[in-house]
Structure formats: structure tokens, C-alpha cells
């Protein structure tokens, strides 16, 4: 087990969980020369215990909110893990670097929250078996050529990077994230990442014009509820994205100059737990 490599991975996630702990110098020390000393087997219990240090005993509620994060962060892995090892699928050069980061982020992401959950004395969920055709396990869904259509992949890495900023900013005011802050912060970390997945597939979708309907502009960020896309079968990570109200206020009576568009592209619509589930549900075999 290669200790250092994982402190290091960890740290990546939450920059500060050292400072929690000590120095990080002393903490990798310390923990390499535990780890050195006792067998493999329990060397989780080390990672337990050094969690709890730095995070603290969650309740029930907040490994429920860690466990659903990590489910689709299990699916966005998954997902481009699987597309890497699709043959002549995605370009050599930029887009093939882009790819493996973005996985290598989502695969990061599992690693992190598993990891917080079994320290802080609970169960991280199971990976799912996934159907990414969308269809409930048949295999037969509206995306089952997404591994051999590289416009498919990508829009289908889009709406799953979109799903996953609405979803982490839906559960940010929940109470059990707001009473552990560390948790909370990560939890944003991770939000602001995967919104820049978001824009970087949007705009490798844009420079090839791949699955976009006629004289659509694919931007960086969602317009209305719009998805860019040439299928309705994603629409419902989109929709609710049309609203031009915040906090009561009617954005587009602020400035003549604004328009519905500049409104609803100047906010990002939280999305409820249980109408994410009810999206990633066709993707996860029964």
C-alpha cells in the first residue's frame, strides 16, 4: 500500500485536513511509521482513526447526504473510467487529456468520500451495477451507443456533470451539512470541481458541434432550461433551470439591459435528492 501516494490524493481533496491534524510532515510521518508497523488489514482503522481527528463523529443524516454524493460520484467514474477503455473512442490529444483529469478527479472524489465515511465510523453504499444506456439494466436505453458515439459520450458527460452541480448545492443547506463545517467545505470543493467539468465538456461539445441541435449555441454555462443537447431524453437534469426569480426578486426588472437568458444563466437551480435519484434512476441496473 502505497501510504504517502494516498495521504497525498487526500490532501488534493481538502488542502487543510493536515492542518486538523498536525503538520502534514508529522502526520505522513507518524501514520507511514504506524502504517510500517502493524499489517496490512489494519491499516483502515489507522485511516479511521485519523479521520475522526480531523472531521469528527457524523450522525445518521450526514452519512445519508455523503453516501448519495458518493453514488453519483460512483456513476461519474464509472462512467468516464468505462468511456477511456472504449476503443477509438474519444481523440488522442486534448480531448483524451481532458478525459483522463476528469476522471481521474471523479475517481478522487470516491476515494475521498469512502474514505470520510468509513473514518468517521459509518458505511459508505455499495457501487451500483450501472446501465449507462439509460435503461434500467436492459441495455437497451436512449444512450447505449455512448461508448462507440463520441457526441453521445459527451453529451452525456454533460448532463451528468450538470446533474452533479445541482445536486451537491441542493443538499448545501441542509442541517447536518451546515452543523459540520469541514464536511461542508469539502462538499463545495467538490461542487466548484465538478462545475468546471461542466463548462470544459461544454466547450469541447461546442468545438465539434457533435449531438447539437440546429443553430443552437452550446455555452459554458446552462441557458434557460436548455441543454444543448439533440434529445429530450436528458431534459429532466435541466428542467427548473428557466427561473429568473431569486429571493423573490424578478432578476430581469433589475436592468433593461437584462434578458431571461442573462437571468437564468446568472444562477445554477439546486436539484432535490430524490429528483436526482429519479434522473441517475434508468442508469443503475436492478
Known amino acids: ?35 510500517g508497523k ?4 489494519s491499516v483502515p482503522f489507522l485511516f479511521g482513526s485519523m479521520f475522526k481527528k480531523a472531521y469528527g463523529q457524523a450522525s445518521s443524516s450526514l452519512f445519508d447526504i455523503l453516501n448519495y454524493a458518493l453514488t453519483l460520484e460512483y456513476l461519474e467514474a464509472k462512467f468516464y473510467v468505462t468511456g477511456l477503455a472504449s476503443p477509438n473512442l474519444i481523440p488522442a490529444g486534448a480531448p483524451l487529456g481532458a478525459i483522463q483529469t476528469i476522471s481521474a478527479h471523479e475517481t478522487a472524489h470516491v476515494n475521498y468520500l469512502k474514505a470520510a465515511i468509513t473514518g468517521a465510523s459509518g458505511t459508505p453504499v455499495a457501487e451500483p451495477n450501472f446501465d449507462f444506456s439509460g435503461g434500467s439494466g436492459s441495455g437497451n436505453g436512449p444512450f447505449a451507443t455512448a461508448f462507440t458515439d463520441y457526441g453521445l459520450f459527451l453529451a452525456v458527460a454533460q448532463t451528468f456533470e450538470d446533474t452533479g452541480v445541482r445536486a ?36 469541447m461539445r461546442k468545438a465539434l458541434n457533435l449531438l447539437v441541435p440546429n443553430g443552437v449555441d452550446v455555452k459554458p454555462w446552462i441557458t434557460r432550461n436548455q441543454s444543448g443537447i439533440g434529445t429530450d431524453a436528458v431534459q429532466a437534469s435541466y428542467n427548473g433551470e428557466d427561473n429568473t426569480t431569486q429571493a423573490t426578486v424578478n ?14 444563466e446568472a444562477f445554477d437551480e439546486p436539484l432535490t435528492k430524490e429528483a436526482v435519484l429519479a434522473i441517475v434512476g434508468p442508469f443503475i441496473a436492478p
Open 251 to 264: 432578476i430581469v426588472t433589475l436592468n433593461s439591459e437584462l434578458t431571461v437568458d442573462t437571468a437564468s
Open 38 to 41: 502493524v499489517a496490512l488489514a
Open 1 to 35: 500500500m502505497n501510504v504517502p501516494h494516498i495521504l497525498t490524493e487526500l490532501e488534493k481533496i481538502d488542502p487543510e485536513v493536515f492542518d486538523r491534524l498536525d503538520t502534514r510532515r508529522s502526520s505522513m510521518k507518524q501514520f507511514v511509521k504506524a502504517s
Open 168 to 203: 451537491y448545492k441542493g443538499q448545501a443547506n441542509m442541517d447536518a451539512l451546515i452543523a459540520n463545517n469541514d464536511v461542508l467545505k469539502v462538499a463545495l470543493q467538490i461542487h466548484s470541481v465538478e462545475a468546471r467539468h461542466a463548462a470544459h465538456i461544454r466547450q
